[in-house]
């Protein structure tokens, strides 16, 4: 099978570069290898939170002060200011409805009732402008009776902490009672299986009659695994405004956005293959030529170009052996010491120096093979490397980002 | 971690498990039966205990579909869907009882019926039956048998086809499958004009088993190995001699390929390359250049293209949708991937039934909302199991490619 444009890993970095070549017409598949990241997503995407430990009140001025090897140094800060009025578009297209800006962050609440930055949230959530003050005298904390991914008690105390007045809740509805007699399948995804448009109305009966003294509702959330119906419908039927806040794994607001994103792409004639994977490549000189998959050897699958999207080492886009960190499909040059020593810090609180590790590309995101810089293939999301996510604050703005940077003139 | 750690990995993957519980989102069974305790459980995390002590075991595994649909989300290629049938072959004690042999041997029940049709047609339809073999047999009563047919299509090849094929010299192997032989020859006759048509002769296997499917589900593994091994003798005899071989049913592809290896422990590597759906075989040629296909410009047909759960594992819809595309008069949407429950015999079990039709429940609506006038898929059980619930006609892509085709057109362009 011939493509203009094939992209490996269909995670965020995958789909934001494979919606933007298929807008333009490219023939654009992805191949993906189970599902990515996105299901652990807190529904908020973050530009830039923190650097060098300080918190970051407006990501594109601080941007300056990043590593030079910051993915986002690499791409320039005037070609940053360029792509990022892209996103919230390219978002809504899919279906994906968001709130925020790139000059000033704005803040949202974990489910332990800390309040982080952020950049773009999905409108099931609540945003503040300041960490500090939040818009509310008291609120309503409702969860469903025995579901254990979801903890109000920290969540109350976060919130007092803000001098935010708190009641804790506990309802439940007919709809859910068969799942409750299995303790391991009451989650967050199982239940928004079930809630349909009788359930939602009858918890929204449940939640008017707990919140009449509240000024808003927060619940986990539960509602909308495949588009956001339920989201929108339950708002409707309830008297005050209801905000989510995420769950335990698997999140309900990651995988829609996930298969918004992916039904999107499919809508303009994109081809996803899931549940495959890139066993290797066929090379010529510095181009590659094929690649072959699990599912569709011998014959391979062709295109003019490459994006390499598979992530860092949590989905196998990078390997750490005993002996070395590679990169298992094509075993791209990585940029990482040969000393396993290096590798991390004992103390595991501080940055992971494995973190930052990632593929050597050139000025163009180009990797090396063997030395060879290979020209039709280029790299984006957090397999370059160059940062971390976790103490910084940037995963989701990097996988955007570096994708747009790759597929926009 | 020591080194012995980092390579001593199971073949089915089950110590590469890093419970992200995203298997349990798609599992079809999941939302709807309490009593199944999911992918995650039942998989990999329940085989860490019935390694220790076998009577860990719980039957309610039997609750599994074997869509796979699991293993085709594990971000960590852990073959869930295999762990779980291998647990429930390896450490079930209930054997398969009568039911369970009627319902699994397809190939005998067909064979049988097949020759006496009309009676038994007639007779799978009476309500005092239905109520009889839901009662005593646990076969549920809303289910309406698919009708046998008073001609097998092996008989028809052999009488009207089988000359015709000599005519070509680049051939085909077809594994018809019990449910074309036996229920639906159109499709086999269907594949068989689409092929001439393009100057490929079909060959049929000289002795071909049932792939085995539902005897592997119901637990009749020396049953569902001796007819492996005839098959696999068969496909090594049609590889020998030069030919691919093709069926038109996705889930008799995914059982011989797969199947076979990981859970009857035949090896196939030297010829599963050449397994393959009609499908997929037809496209290669098409992309090649090798055939060409013209369709009737006054087809018109919106058609919803619904993606079997063997199909998705296999990651072949792509090759059907493709084909699809192709006809110029056919305005195609893309479901998304749903189970529509019915799972093979799965489904015509009683204690199935209810849950057989809630896992359905989300592809219906999907199809309803889309309201096409033909809705394709590559399997017969997603067939039945659509045509029993909702009032629209399911038809296979090689029986609308062949629908759509200018047979003469496509002779001429091919030079036959
Ligand atoms: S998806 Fe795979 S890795 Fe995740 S819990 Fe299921 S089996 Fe384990
Ligand atoms: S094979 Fe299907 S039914 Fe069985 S656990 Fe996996 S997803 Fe669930």
């Known amino acids: 099978m011939k493509f203009d444009t094939i992209i ?22 992805i191949i993906s290898a189970g599902q990515s990241a996105l299901h652990f997503s807190s529904g908020s995407f973050e530009l830039l939170g923190s650097v060098d430990g300080r918190p970051v009140e407006n990501p594109v001025e601080a941007i300056d002060n990043l590593s030079e090897r910051h993915p986002y140094r690499r791409i320039g800060k005037e070609r940053m200011l360029q792509l990022l009025p892209l996103v919230q578009p390219l978002l809504t297209r899919a279906g994906v409805a968001t709130t925020g800006s790139h000059y000033t962050n704005r803040y949202r609440l974990t489910p332990l009732g800390k309040v982080k930055p952020a950049w773009l949230t999905l409108d099931d959530f609540a945003t503040f402008d300041s960490p500090e003050r939040l818009p509310w005298r008291s609120v309503a904390l409702v969860n469903i009776a025995d579901f254990q991914d979801f903890y109000p008690v920290f969540l109350s105390a976060g919130l007092e902490k803000r001098g935010v007045k708190c009641s804790i809740h506990s309802t439940s509805i007919a709809a859910l009672d068969n799942l409750r007699r299995s303790s391991t399948e009451m989650r967050a995804a199982t239940m928004a299986r079930v809630l349909d448009y009788e359930a939602v109305g009858v918890l929204a009966g449940r939640l008017n009659s707990v919140a009449r003294h509240a000024d808003a509702i927060l619940m986990p959330a539960i509602l909308g695994l495949t588009d956001d ?34 039904r999107y792409f499919m809508k303009l004639g994109g081809t996803y293959m899931l549940g495959d994977t890139v066993t290797h490549g066929e090379f010529d000189g510095d181009r590659l030529r094929h690649v072959f998959t699990t599912n569709h050897s ?101 996988a955007i980002l570096s994708s747009l940077n790759l597929t926009t003139v | 971690m020591s080194i012995q750690q980092f390579s001593n990995i199971s073949s089915n993957n089950f110590e590469q498990c890093v ?50 649909r699991c293993e085709v989300a594990c971000p960590s290629g852990v073959r869930i869907g295999d762990i779980i049938q291998q647990a429930h072959m390896n450490y079930s004690h209930g054997s398969a009882g009568v039911r369970d042999r009627m319902l699994a041997h397809t190939d005998l029940m067909g064979g049988i019926a097949t020759r006496l049709s009309p009676t038994v047609n007639g007779i799978l339809r009476l309500t005092p039956v239905k109520l009889a ?181 296999l990651g072949w819809s792509v090759y059907s949708i493709e084909l699809l595309k192709l006809i110029p008069g056919v305005e195609l949407s893309v479901l998304d991937v749903n189970c529509c429950g019915i799972a093979g015999t799965y489904g015509f079990k009683k204690e199935n039934y209810r849950y057989s039709q809630a896992i359905g429940k989300t592809l219906f609506d999907s199809i309803a909302q889309v309201n096409p006038d033909i809705v394709a898929t590559d399997c017969e059980t997603c067939k039945w199991q659509i045509e029993m619930s909702i009032p629209y006609r399911v038809s296979n892509p090689i029986s609308i490619l062949a629908d ?13």
């Open chain 2, 19 to 68: 419970k992200c519980t995203v298997c349990t989102v798609y599992c079809p069974v999941t939302a709807v039966n309490p009593l199944y305790p999911g992918p995650k459980q039942a998989g990999p995390d329940g085989e860490r205990y019935r390694l220790k002590r076998s009577d860990f075991y719980n039957e309610a595994l039997k609750y599994c579909l074997n869509c796979k």
């Open chain 1, 298 to 398: 011998p014959e391979p699958l062709s295109a003019d170009n490459y994006i390499l999207a598979t992530g860092s080492f949590f989905s196998h886009g990078l390997v750490a052996t005993p002996s070395a960190i590679v990169e298992p499909t094509f075993g791209f040059d990585v940029d990482a010491p040969a000393d396993r020593a290096q590798w991390f810090r004992k103390d595991i609180d501080s940055a992971q120096p494995y973190m930052e590790f990632g593929i050597a590309t050139d000025a163009d995101w180009h990797p090396r093979r063997d030395g060879v810089t290979i020209g039709n293939v280029q790299c984006a999301g957090s397999i370059l490397g160059g940062c971390n996510p976790v103490k910084e604050g940037c995963g989701a703005g990097e």
């Open chain 2, 404 to 416: 759509a085709l200018d047979v003469e057109a496509t002779r001429a362009a091919n030079n036959i």
């Open chain 1, 8 to 29: 490996i890993g269909g995670g965020l970095t995958g789909l934001t570069a494979a919606i933007s070549l298929a807008e333009k017409g490219r023939k654009t598949a």
């Open chain 2, 133 to 313: 073999m839901d009662l005593t047999l646990g076969i549920d009563r809303h289910r309406t048998f698919p009708a046998y047919t008073p001609r097998k299509f092996t008989t028809w090849f052999r009488r009207h086809a089988l000359k015709r094929q000599d005519r070509f010299t680049r051939r085909v192997t077809y594994f018809h499958g019990c449910y074309v032989n036996y229920n639906f020859p159109r499709l086999g006759k269907d594949l068989v004009k689409l092929l001439n048509a393009c100057g490929i002769g079909v060959d049929l296997m000289k002795d071909e088993k049932c792939c085995g499917v539902a005897r592997i589900a119901n637990r009749l593994i020396k049953q569902a190995t001796d007819a492996a091994k005839v098959n696999l003798r068969e496909i090594r005899a049609a590889v020998a001699s030069g030919n691919d071989v093709i069926a038109t049913s996705s889930t008799c592809i995914m059982t011989m390929r797969d199947e076979y290896p990981h859970l009857l422990g035949l090896d196939n590597a030297d010829v599963r390359d050449h397994i393959m759906t009609a499908t997929r075989y037809l496209y290669r040629l098409v992309e090649n250049g090798d055939i060409k296909l013209v369709f009737k410009p006054d087809y018109l047909r919106r058609i919803a293209y619904h993606t079997p759960c063997h199909m998705a594992k």
């Open chain 1, 229 to 262: 119906l339920m989201v929108r419908l339950l708002r409707r039927l309830v008297c005050k405004p209801v905000y989510f806040v995420s769950t335990m794994p698997t999140s309900v607001p990651g995988v829609r956005t996930q298969m918004l994103l992916q």
